[in-house]
């Protein structure tokens, strides 16, 4: 099986697995852990940050940064196929008691005029209060597209004026990094917190991290261990993380490449099912609104002859590239996927 149904289901390396045999462990519910401290050191650095904390999840250091940026009864605004509202099943409302209101962008870009026609900070006793924007870089369901620095800075310094904080989602933060050359520094400049995920296209087991100021981060951490998700010898999955960013990140270019010519090909087919201007990164989202079947119905076909695809709806098929993922397979999809794709078209 070709396995392009996310970048998450790679395994780790030999090499990886040696890393985290070795890897000195304590219990980190004490702070005792000497990898997990080093790495949350080396993340939050990179990211000029002061502090990190490692969670299970990215769903997890999204929510410990939205509970420390938006009270109860208060607002986030993010745009409306993004990862905090879409896929992490009202998250925010049912553990930090906030609202959420959202504004549509094609392909996820994000213009800064967008949220800022919507916020509405200090609402006063009537109208609900906004205290923050969310963005995502890349964003996901967008296609993995990156977003321009110079709308987040825009956004950045128009929203300082307002009073209103900034969190990046920054899951596939590397994927942008490896296609724009911007710095991580650069990245977490414009945002009061950020989250990162260790195990979307690094290769690593699991693992994310929420990044912020010291206070922020220690108040997280408390929120952490309330939700469950105090843990202890964790050395073993930092040492993973550090070996993959030690390894895996400048390879994400391959993965690049790799999804621009998948979507190339398909454009062949049909301009309408993707653009490969917008295929940014390693996510190829085709559109199959103009086919006879949905995108269910492609995912099982293509899993018929050996390639498994995800449906974001009924309308998108997904397909991300990741390490695992060889110019061997890339050849096999080639085969396989225009081909299934004409077929599919309404005439
Ligand atoms: C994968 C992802 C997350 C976090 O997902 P988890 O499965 O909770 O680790 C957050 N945001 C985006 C954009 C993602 O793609």
Known sequence: MIDLRSDTVTRPSEAMREVIAQAPVGDDVYGDDPTVNALQERV????GKEAGLFTPTGSLSNQLAIRSLVKPGEELLTETQSHIVRAELGAGAVFSGITTRTWPSRNGILKASEP????????GPYLVSTTAIALENTHNFGGGTVQSMHEIAELRRESLKLGLTMHLDGARIWNAHVATGTSFAEFGSHFDTVSVCFSKGLGAPVGSMMLSTSDRIAEARRWRKRYGAGMRQ????AAAVDYAFTHNIERLA????RAKVIATACAQVSPTLVDPELTHTNIVAIDVTGCSRTA????AELAEVGILAGAMGSKLLRLVTHMDFDDQQLDRVLELLPDLLKRSLVA
């Open 44 to 47: 939050a650095a990179l990211f």
């Open 254 to 257: 391959e993965d690049h490449h």
């Open 116 to 123: 800022l026609e919507i916020a509405s900070p200090n609402a």
């Open 234 to 237: 964790i050395g073993i999955l």
């Open 296 to 299: 269910g119905e492609l995912v």
